[in-house]
């Protein structure tokens, strides 16, 4: 770990791995929600994904830009390469949001904490630790999907991706001993907007529904709350002002999309 920071043990509860993550990189995690009962807070997800609960995959539906959804994905997928040694894919919707996810981890590399003696290498396609973990952004492809076999799969902006992409990426996940000896199981996060009313994200939330999986939301008054909310309302008042009323609805209020 780096030189100002030194872990005994691995984080073991939500407490732990919260003020863990606040240390390494810089951030803090909602903690709470907007209220409504059908919301989860943040940091919840992103325990449950660490700590690899609620089976195999996680559907996370968020407000588009203002609930963080690409930003929480970089600061997870840092924590389980660094902590657990855990290889890491990012598939987003277009190479450009796989890459978001990535320059993200790379500008939390910056924070004072950060473990970066721990860097063997990186670059824009791949961040390799000295744990043997690995990072990579993958182009929705399915010769590029169909490759590596990392444990940890994390999948941005699914509304944008095509179905028989994302079916042959949550493939992937498999196994993998990690630098301690332990076995990293596989876990995969489903993560977006929803924006088309027959797209991929149509697509899956009937499959949860089906399966009788619950989706997880989380909303951009969730990253606003007055406990432990990093977003303010200047900044809610201006992106309201600059989209449709439409846009509004849909893509930040959650609302489902018209055909």
């Not at 670059?123 to 390799?128: C, V």
């Not at 899956?204 to 939301?217: I, N, S």
């Amino acid at each position: 770990m780096a030189d100002k920071l030194r872990f005994s043990r691995l984080p073991q509860n939500e407490d732990e791995l919260w003020w863990t993550v606040n240390a390494l990189w810089g951030v803090t995690i909602p903690r709470h929600t907007c209220g409504d009962p059908t919301h989860t807070a943040p940091f919840e997800l992103f325990a449950d994904a660490y700590f690899n609960r609620d089976g195999t995959i996680a559907f996370w539906h968020g407000s588009r830009g203002l609930s963080g959804k690409s930003f929480m994905l970089s600061i997870l997928g840092l924590t389980k390469a660094f902590l657990l040694g855990t290889d890491v894919n990012i598939l987003g919707g277009s190479i450009n949001q796989s890459t978001n996810v990535h320059e993200a981890m790379r500008s939390a590399l910056d924070s004072e904490n950060a473990p970066r003696d721990m860097l063997v290498a990186e670059g824009t396609n791949l961040i390799k630790l000295s744990n043997k973990a690995r990072i990579r952004p993958l182009t929705a492809s399915q010769k590029t999907v169909r490759g590596p076999h990392p444990p940890f799969l994390l999948l941005d902006e699914i509304d944008e991706m095509d179905q028989n992409i994302l079916d042959a990426a949550l493939g992937q996940p498999m196994p993998q001993k990690n630098y301690l000896g332990v076995i990293n199981r596989p876990y995969t996060v489903l993560c977006s907007t929803w924006q088309n009313p027959e797209g991929t994200f149509t697509n899956m939330k009937r499959r949860w529904e089906e399966r009788g999986q619950p989706m997880k939301t989380w909303c951009y008054r969730c990253t606003s709350n007055p406990i432990d909310g990093w977003l303010d309302q200047e900044t809610i008042e201006a992106k309201r002002r600059e989209i449709s009323a439409e846009m509004w609805r849909v893509e930040y209020e959650l609302g489902e999309p018209s055909i």
